[in-house]
């Protein structure tokens, strides 16, 4: 039985789609508000776990695999193992603000992020300066009512920041849903896990 | 006035039952070292920096406590035992009769980001063979091993737990890599973190040491290495003969960032200074491996001496929880 933890949230459809799409997960319904889900047929138990801690509970081994985006996943690192990205629901991170520009070399600007520790390592690269304030949702609110001059976010279709006369900036990194394997798990249960990426990948679901 | 319980971020206390587990699988391990004619040496918790200078790379200087002391003098703690046994044994070698069987037990204390289930403090049990190349026969790297796995058996008995070993050897991959044309340190953290499609674009020959640990030909190796991988799958069934309980793989995407050329240095979370045969396990289901060893004669070379060493250690804490833990799974 291998236990694969599903992501709550945005990235749910895609990875039940893309799953379904290679033979997998064919009698699951989403779970609805059950914790664990059993598919005997399948040799699977799901869980359903929010995208912050599911690396978490894939690096303890209480799932051996789970779904969760690289926004996530290049904040809360765990030495997982990464084999494939789902081709559906990519996004992108980008710098947001009010104007067109960023900051001026040698600037110090205010950053609003969801992803601190993402946000260090790209400005530590850049010639200009930030303090980095961490928020847990409405991103796009801090520039827009001038908390921070940038902020660094999830952009899906842009259609909120043009309502909002907000402009992406710079697009730093492609955002994609992927699939995450335990260690000490992929050894354990190497044969079923290639096979269930192999059909990933024949689906051509993913990358 | 009341004072709180409370301990620094990585560290706990052990009271009670707790303290007793230990010290009776601390116990287990360390006779069966002894039996198997390893000496001890007990070694400091403090020791000056200037000694490591050579060995440090940027991820183990930056896992190292360090201070100044009250004359001046810069001292860490004891972030690793085996470079610290090479730095005291080097200057002494020709006063020494080897091969030399040496273990240890204690504290090790590194600066990890705070995480559940990262301690800061590990106490580890270990042992180093040193006076044996690895050449005719791998004699010390069999010797070592069946030691680590004995030790994993004795250490975890009270939990259990199944153990997993994977074996490989540095530098089995630098020939791939390097010849791929991609950037070789981006290609090697792809192939550890097994992403298919990185290394199916960059290096397709690399995708089957992905997928199952193994190259499809060893010859793609180059003409070194597959001999090298000859003699590691050879001893692997050997050994999983001895240990049936043990599941043991060899597995090089798993070392992919053990290298022996420069132009592949790359700071690896794990010890870097392995230029041989290398190894981990995990016990239960946590991805963080129990201990890990290999062979290391390099590291005796820079530091003035000329000493083949093989070793392992084991973080006892680590293989408990993972014994107590195991019931959790179905």
Known sequence: ?207 | MRVSAALPIGVAALLFESARRRRMAEGRLTEMLEKAGYGEAILPILDYVEPYEALLTAASRSELYRFIDRDGEELALRGDFTPMLARLLAPRLTALALPLRVFYRGDVIRYVEERAGRQRELYQVGAELLGVPSEPGQAAEREVLRLFLAALAAGGSAGGGEIQVVLGFAGALDGLLLGSGADPVGLAAAVARRERGVVRTACPALLPVVETGLPHRPEDLGPGAAGTLADLLALRDELAAGFPAVRLAVDLAEFARHSLDPRLSVDAGERSYYDGIVFHAFAGAAALPVGGGGRYDSLFRRLGAELPAVGFSISLERLLEAGATREVRP
């Open chain 1, 1 to 207: 039985m291998i236990r694969l933890a599903l992501p709550k949230g945005r990235n749910l459809e895609v990875t039940l789609a893309a799953f379904r799409a290679a033979g997998l997960l064919q009698g699951h319904d989403g779970g609805g508000r059950s914790l664990l889900t059993q598919l005997p047929a399948d040799g699977i138990e799901t869980l359903s776990l929010k995208d912050w801690d599911l690396p978490l509970y894939v690096e303890h081994g209480v799932a051996d695999c789970g779904v969760v985006g690289s926004d996530v996943l290049s904040e809360v690192d765990g030495d997982l193992l990464v084999p494939v990205r789902l081709k559906a629901g990519r996004s992108r991170m980008s710098f947001i603000g009010r104007g067109h520009a960023m900051p001026e070399s040698g600037a110090q600007v205010r950053l609003a992020t969801k992803y601190p520790q993402t946000a260090r390592r790209i400005v530590a690269g850049r010639p200009w300066g930030a303090e980095i304030v961490k928020l847990s949702g409405s991103v796009e609110l801090a520039p827009l009512l001038s908390l921070a001059e940038l902020a660094l976010d999830i952009v899906q279709t842009g259609r909120t920041l043009a309502e909002n006369n907000l402009v992406e900036i710079e697009t730093v990194a492609e955002v994609a849903a992927c699939l995450v394997v335990n260690r000490a798990s992929y050894q354990r249960h190497r044969a079923v896990l290639n096979d269930w990426i192999d059909r990933l990948e024949a689906a051509e679901v993913v990358s």
